[in-house]
């Protein structure tokens, strides 16, 4: 590793030997440039050669350390993406230069167009746990294309937003043998112990927003159908690029759950992801392949209407998952909430946001380590969490909902 160099915050080096700075406890759900208008969105390029037209990231800038190239997934991965046309720079060290913009929103871009392939640190094989999700976080990846306005890393994750995906893939899913049998999420749990123990695989990352460039987590897929042991297999996405996932050997040791929302809020705030059709029609096909699915509502807004809203939501899914034969559907509502960093992030590189972050509106809940979250007030939260219940319960009997917060 090349020495320390100056702040990376300042300068636009990024060290790809160390982690991306958590910005406190990392929790998939609570943390779960400037305002990128239509010209400059344009310039983070979507290349529409997936599912059935589906959206797919071409980073503009691959990167590849060293240390990448001496893992075998680091090479299948360097000859996947050169397969795609894509240049890939092979860097002398550790740092990456050239991130750093004349202006936050030329930051921002340059960081979200960029891929680096990278050997994780030492602290991501140290498994953390990963409530209520799942019983530990295992991470394939850092960072995602996406442009939600209320981007749960946001408040997670410090330094430009640059994707990193690891190349020592192999060790990583070797390393899990360790962790069967424990946790406290599922392992312990009566209601959910046929999951067996899980491993929650989009954290910090959407896997279908980069699998067509890594192979990844189709890998992973595999390994954990081929694992004798009670495993699961756990991520989410708002993409819907998943027909090379259909033909895999996954026996039912991997659940992906698809993030859904109102139309008012994927239309407005989850800049560059799938439809929300699409992302239904996903899940409709990953569920006729055997795998159990889910769906991850979040985060549920008290929009104006919302009721209305999110009743046009629960009947788009029933007719997508209408005749699909065993279907075994989860559930997992998150209602919004940030934090004073995650906002100051997010209306840093969203200025013109129209999304509610009004302090004045909401509750704080402190969390065990100290850090504050805005929420929404008490009877906001019993009156959208009852309609929830109910209209899932009727709508939607078969599913199971896994949890609430």
Known sequence: MDAP????ADTGVVDLAEP?????????HDASAKDVPEADLASLPQTPTGRRGSRRWTPTRVAITPAALDHPHGLRILERVESLGLDVERLTGNRLTGVRGETDRQTYARA???????????????????????DWRVDLAEGCPAHCQYCYLAGSLSGPP???VYADLDEILDGLTAYVGTGTVTSRSRARHDEGTTFEASCYSDPLALDHLTGSWQRAVEHFGACD???QLRWTTKFDDVDRFLPLDHRGRTRVRLSVNALPVTKRWEGGT???EARLAALRSLAAAGYPVGLTIAPIMALEGWRDHYDHLLGLVEAAVDGVPDLDLTVELITHRF?????????GWYPRTTLEMDEARRSVKRGKFG????VYPAEVMRELRSWFHEQLGARLPAARILYWT
């Open 371 to 374: 850090t504050t979250k805005h």
């Open 112 to 134: 979200k167009s960029t891929l680096a392939v990278v050997v994780s640190p030492p602290s991501k094989r140290r498994l953390q746990p990963i409530s209520p999700s799942a």
């Open 162 to 164: 640059v994707t990193r």
């Open 20 to 28: 991306l700075a958590p910005a406190g406890p990392a929790a998939v």
């Open 339 to 347: 934090t004073a960093s995650s906002k100051e992030v997010l209306t």
């Open 274 to 276: 799938s439809s929300l």
């Open 229 to 231: 042991a009670p495993v």
């Open 5 to 8: 160099g100056p702040d990376p």
